[in-house]
């Protein structure tokens, strides 16, 4: 069964840092690794989807890492600021999306 | 605009009651999932579909029941045999193939016991 662990739960970063979001899975065997965000009370927007031939996926600020031997996948979020908070979700795809308990961001102004 | 709509928005079950979620989507999608979302965990899949007139459990089905009468609509029944309703409820489409597209979510429907 693919577990999927996102560490850590919660990150608080002043205005302007760059943004390091971790996501572990623990059977290589998947097509793509997608990510999500998710503002409080609403539903998820699809930010990135990284098929497992691609090492990496770029959109605007955002850039994500596929490392499918070692089971990893990294969120880059370049120059953040108060509109990136929200929680952000990553999900492992085989037959199905398996989804991780995600990492709340505050960006702080 | 193309998207998916649930509703209602919240929703508030009595003890015994079966209650029933819809979900909607205008985006000619084949495929369409039920999860649900508790404080500090991922999704979970309840059913998912491929297609019209066809279903299949996810994860945790037990408690619940589904219907694809139509390619828009797979409405979610959640049952007295539900023990633990209270939850936030979220239903996605994809055009087809359950893990190798993106799925697209609606805003949620927050279910309640009273």
């Known amino acids: 069964k693919q577990e999927v662990t996102q560490i850590p739960a919660a990150l608080s970063v002043p205005e302007g840092e760059n943004l390091v979001l971790n996501c572990s899975f623990t059977d290589s065997a998947i097509y793509n690794l997608q990510w999500f965000r998710q503002d409080p009370g609403k539903g998820l927007t699809s930010l990135l989807l990284i098929q497992s031939s691609q090492r990496e996926q770029t959109s605007g600020r955002l850039n994500a890492s596929l490392d499918k031997s070692s089971g990893r996948s990294t969120l880059y979020i370049a120059a953040s600021q108060p509109g990136d908070s929200a929680t952000y979700l990553c999900?492992?795809?085989?037959?199905?999306?398996?989804f991780g308990a995600g990492t709340t961001v505050t960006v702080r102004a | 605009d193309g998207g998916i709509t649930q509703s209602p928005k919240y929703l508030f079950r009595k003890e015994g009651q079966n209650v029933t979620l819809s979900c909607e989507q205008n985006?000619?999608?084949?495929?369409m999932y039920w999860y649900r979302q508790d404080p500090g965990q991922g999704l979970r899949l309840i059913y998912y579909?491929?297609?019209?007139?066809?279903?299949q459990k996810g994860d945790i089905a037990e408690g619940y029941s589904v219907s694809r009468e139509k390619k828009e609509s797979f409405p979610l029944t959640v049952t007295s045999a539900q023990k633990n309703p209270t939850a936030f409820y979220l239903c996605?489409?994809?055009?087809?193939?359950?893990?190798?597209?993106?799925?697209?979510f609606g805003a949620g429907t927050r279910l309640s016991v009273l």
């Open positions: 579909s491929q297609i019209v007139n066809d279903f």
């Open positions: 996605a489409s994809s055009i087809g193939g359950q893990g190798q597209n993106i799925q697209y």
């Open positions: 999900a492992a795809s085989d037959y199905k999306l398996s």
């Open positions: 985006l000619n999608h084949d495929a």
